[in-house]
């Protein structure tokens, strides 16, 4: 009896410690994945699809001793391109004749902030599968399941010798696709010119009207607001204070996330010279969106790539502060 007790013991043990010991391996990758975004130069052509909108775009990123330097073109519908260079991002718009200036906010595919592996795994479970061929290259299958309803699953293949990510899928509670990004070919390494992640419309954007929407840091607590966020895991990691464009008022612009996945938050003066807002739930491709009135003066607007109820519990988590 008692040895019947003591190998079911160690039974559960190794495969405790086989699960802890797969799930840092599948941290590992990932800490491999954020590195390599940022120290590797490539170049290749993937494809974006959510719903039925479907999206090819060409990137190239050289990171040298200078820093990082990016160009992103979009390579069907309207031209568009988005230009990197370190803390600086430009937004060309050729059909609108506008360039739009910002801070450089934290790159999607094919790069990948890490966060603290114990943030990462309170709020979702690290597995490794299979590998499988992606773009003509062997990629290793890591997969990130939400232990709640408040965050989307996620699957990435990785390059196993450079640690690039190949692919990207955002999966809700029933497996279906949300939104997938995926290399049909890239390159590696190798010289790339600079010229390369220099916009083709640089010569004639200085003719363009150009918007700045950098905006200024700022201090939650001296913005007249508070956010007693209730979606567990999400944490606040800026707050912006930005011009809106053409009404000359300013709005709060709230960024959380959960390592993965990102919700912002807008907090603007409705204006009383125009219609009301309308408010409630509504969707943009796989943005969730949710807009609220508080105290009939200030529209707030929750937005992210995540289940409704977290971008709902976003919006009436902010409240005017009590003075």
């Not at 390599?36 to 993937?46: D, H, I, K, V």
């Not at 061929?133 to 290793?140: L, P, Q, Y």
């Amino acid at each position: 009896m008692m040895r019947g007790v003591i190998a079911c013991v160690a039974a559960l043990w190794c495969a405790g410690a086989a699960a802890a010991g797969a799930t840092q391996e599948a941290l590992d990758w990932l800490a491999k994945v954020s590195s390599a975004s940022q120290r590797l130069s490539y170049a290749g052509t993937f494809v974006y699809q959510a719903g039925r909108t479907t999206e090819t775009s060409r990137i190239t990123h050289i990171s040298d001793a200078t820093g990082e330097y990016e160009r992103l073109e979009t390579l069907d519908g309207p031209p568009r391109e988005i230009v990197r260079a370190n803390g600086d991002v430009r937004f060309y718009l050729p059909a609108e004749r506008v360039v739009i200036t910002d801070r450089a906010v934290q790159r999607r595919f094919p790069a990948w902030a890490l966060v603290s592996p114990e943030h990462l795994i309170a709020n979702y479970s690290a597995r490794l599968g299979p590998v499988e061929k992606i773009a003509g290259m062997s990629a290793r299958q890591i997969v990130m399941e939400p232990r709640d309803g408040m965050r989307y699953g996620h699957a990435f293949w990785v390059e196993p010798a450079s640690g690039l990510m190949l692919k990207s899928r955002t999966m809700d509670a029933t497996g279906a696709t949300v939104e997938q990004f995926v290399f049909s070919e890239v390159t590696v390494g190798g010289v790339i010119e600079r010229d390369k992640v220099r916009s083709r419309f640089a010569s004639t954007a200085s003719e363009w009207r150009e918007l700045n929407v950098r905006g200024e840091p700022a201090k939650l607590q001296d913005s007249g607001f508070h956010c007693n966020l209730q979606v567990p895991g999400f944490r606040q990691v800026s707050v912006v204070k930005r011009q809106i464009k053409g009404s000359g008022s300013e709005a709060f612009h709230l960024v959380f996330s959960d390592g993965l996945a990102t919700m912002s938050a807008f907090v603007e003066t409705v204006a009383a010279d125009k219609a009301p807002p309308v408010v409630g739930e509504s969707l943009a491709g796989p943005t969730r969106i949710y807009k609220r009135v508080l105290g009939g003066k200030y529209l707030v607007t929750a937005m992210g790539e995540v289940p409704a109820e977290a971008v709902r519990r976003l919006a009436e988590s902010i409240e005017v502060r009590d003075k």
